[in-house]
């Protein structure tokens, strides 16, 4: 009857047994206006709304020039920097001139300002173990992850989380200073890694889990990831892409 139906069987809450949540849509108006209902649980419902993605049309053709580079953190303390969690202590701290957030469980650190396309270098570390990443424009993610010997993947250290693998290894070892060097225009990406091309002009097909800003025709800000384990960020500068 014009009605779209999906379920995921997962653990909604820790101690959870696995159970159904079921989403339900219909077409009103050219969104998709819904509900969701974890199954036989009457208080976790609650409605939502789909809307098409927008079409971006830039490409990173070779006619985007750099304008001037701005320094995201400052070395000193978290100015230009909140918690993606209102309310919440920020958790994050400066020492000896690094960004870190001390432990996991740590919320996200959000940049006050928002950019559109742009190139961005960062430097950073993690522990063994470790996971962390950064987000562009508040919706794609570049995976930071102590992956040791595993395969390739959507998952692994430098890829687009869940969407683009990396085409070769670049890592270096846990506590070793690393770089990323990311180009972003429209939905284009390029991530180097460590000064090895890993991702090369590849379309990002939608947001990935670390979004937390879903319109995607306009400006968004980066996103550091601290809620996974411990990271220390040294330079994030970002240099704006115009024509």
């Known amino acids: 009857d014009g009605q779209l139906e999906f379920v995921f069987e997962k653990r909604y ?3 959870s047994p696995r159970k159904d949540g079921i989403y ?5 108006g050219g969104k998709l206006e819904g509900t969701f209902e974890v199954e036989g649980e009457p208080g976790s ?5 789909g809307v098409r993605a927008p079409e971006i049309r830039e490409k ?5 020039k750099p304008g001037k580079p701005i320094e995201l953190f400052n070395g000193k303390d978290l100015s230009g920097w909140h918690t993606r969690l209102a309310g919440h202590d ?23 300002a928002k950019f559109w396309n742009f190139t961005l270098h960062v430097e950073y570390r993690i522990g063994k173990g470790s996971n962390s990443g950064v987000g562009l424009r508040g919706r794609y993610e570049v995976q930071i992850l102590d992956d040791g010997d595993r395969p390739l993947s959507v998952h692994s250290n430098g890829a687009l ?8 290894e670049a890592s270096r070892p846990p506590g070793e200073w690393q770089t990323f ?7 284009d ?16 097909e939608g947001l990935t889990a670390i979004a937390h800003d879903p319109d995607e025709a306009k400006p968004g800000p980066i996103i550091l990831q601290g809620d996974h384990g411990p990271v220390e960020f040294g330079k994030i500068t970002l240099t704006p892409l115009a024509r």
């Open 13 to 15: 809450g820790n101690a």
């Open 24 to 28: 339900r849509a219909k077409l009103v």
């Open 45 to 49: 419902g609650m409605t939502w709304t």
């Open 60 to 64: 990173d053709d070779g006619s985007w």
């Open 90 to 112: 920020i958790g994050w701290m400066v020492t000896d001139g690094l960004l870190n957030n001390g432990k996991a469980g740590v919320p996200d650190l959000v940049s006050d």
């Open 161 to 168: 989380y869940s969407r683009i693998v990396p085409s070769v």
């Open 181 to 187: 060097d990311i180009r972003l225009v429209g939905r």
């Open 189 to 204: 990406v390029t991530v180097v890694l460590n000064d090895r091309k890993i991702i090369d002009k590849q379309v990002i």
